[in-house]
């Protein structure tokens, strides 16, 4: 019996072994410049067991790069709705894409709150306190760590300031219609090793992610004390309303201030990376680009040669149409998609000629969301 004990004392005491443990001095703190980056169309990402010792090789993502400068939330447009924070990160251009709102202490890095385009792209503009505070990241983290949290939204607005689209099915025409996100989260530390990214390999602890969440609208009806509120959700378009499970992996460093990566994977057996955020380390894999919040769309690498990506960034919920054009405007890619908020699509353009085309999107009612230009290239 003290054999066995010992053996598997043993086995623990090997499997921690080299793992590293993340204070809060990888917290983010004022003045600090965050650059990530983001490829929405992972190739060869494979989201091994848990375990220690791992390794794990993301070397081949591609990704747009996006910076923030983190400020006092003093300096925000909207600090005094949230006197908790003192963290900001604008977002986009001058904070042209809203802010987000954040504080930390010895123990937890959370997000406090929002303003700027709702969080599910119905189209309006909306200021988010969360309630309570959404924990990021916790100090200490070590292997083995499990951690629940819960987290509620609900933001009320006119419904005339919905799309039209988003109300046409509608049973009633209220006055209001609010948002209501509720959210139950378990992070469960399960993997250390090294991460290797475009630009780098780091030490890693690995947390799994599982966020249970419900989204519904609500109309309110009736009038004076009699109005109450119903749940509209089943007459609204969107598989972004109802129950989901989201999962994700997200990869931490006990130096750096981003995250080294964050993998967000199909709710299946086989945890098919959809997306993947990661610490950007200006290899010449990693695009530019600002997001100003407004609808838009762009190509990368452009110029492109067998393979280009498309990014679709801030779309209202609805089905859209992806067309290039040659430089004679004959149409020659025409893709059909549904998208709600952002996405990203890889297409081949092999059987294209080397020149210059014009590339569009289209929503459910013709209009064009914006035409850009793109580059092919043959070696």
Not at 5 to 26: E, P
Not at 193 to 209: A, F, N, Q, S
Not at 353 to 367: D, H, R, S, V, W
């Amino acid at each position: 019996m003290k054999k066995t004990l010992l053996f598997i004392l043993t086995l623990v005491s090997f499997q921690l072994m080299g793992q590293i443990t993340v204070t809060s001095s990888s917290f983010p703190v004022v003045g600090d410049t965050l650059r990530t980056a983001v490829d929405g169309a992972p190739v060869g990402i494979e989201i091994t067991a848990s375990g220690g010792n791992q390794t794990w090789d993301f070397g081949n993502l591609q990704g747009v790069m996006a910076e923030a400068v983190v400020r006092p939330a003093s300096e925000g447009m909207n600090a005094d709705l949230f006197p908790n924070a003192n963290l900001l990160f604008p977002i986009g251009e001058d904070g042209l894409g809203g802010e987000s709102y954040a504080s930390t202490d010895a123990n937890n890095y959370q997000l406090v709150g929002y303003v700027g385009p709702d969080p599910v792209n119905l189209g309006i503009n909306v200021r988010v306190p969360f309630s309570p505070p959404i924990v990021e990241r916790r100090s200490p983290m070590n292997f083995f760590d499990v951690n629940n949290t819960n987290y509620a939204i609900l933001v009320s607005f006119p419904s005339d300031s919905l799309p039209e689209e988003l109300t046409n099915d509608l049973p009633i025409v209220p006055d209001s219609i609010r948002l209501r996100v509720a959210s139950t989260r378990t992070d469960v530390v399960d993997g250390w090793g090294t991460l290797t990214i475009p630009g780098g390999t780091y030490d890693v602890l690995r947390e799994k992610r599982t966020e249970i969440r419900e989204t519904l609208v609500e109309a309110l009806v009736g009038i004076g004390p009699f109005a109450t509120w119903v749940d509209v959700t089943e007459f609204l378009p969107g598989d972004f309303l109802g129950p989901d499970t989201l999962t994700s992996y997200i990869f931490v460093n006990d130096q750096e201030k981003e995250n080294i990566a964050e993998v967000r994977v199909t709710n299946d057996e086989s945890e098919t990376p959809i997306a993947v955020t990661y610490k950007s380390n200006d290899v010449i894999t990693n695009v530019r680009y600002v997001d100003t919040g407004r609808a838009d769309i762009f190509a990368y690498p452009n110029p492109a040669i067998n393979n280009v990506r498309i990014n679709f960034l801030n779309l209202t919920p609805g089905n859209y149409t992806f067309r290039i054009f040659n430089i004679l405007g004959k149409e020659v890619v025409n893709k059909k998609y549904q998208i709600n908020g952002n996405r990203t699509v890889g297409i081949d353009i092999d059987t294209l000629q080397k020149g210059t085309y014009l590339y569009n999107l289209t929503n459910a009612k013709g209009k064009v969301i914006k035409t850009k230009r793109l580059m092919v290239i043959r070696p």
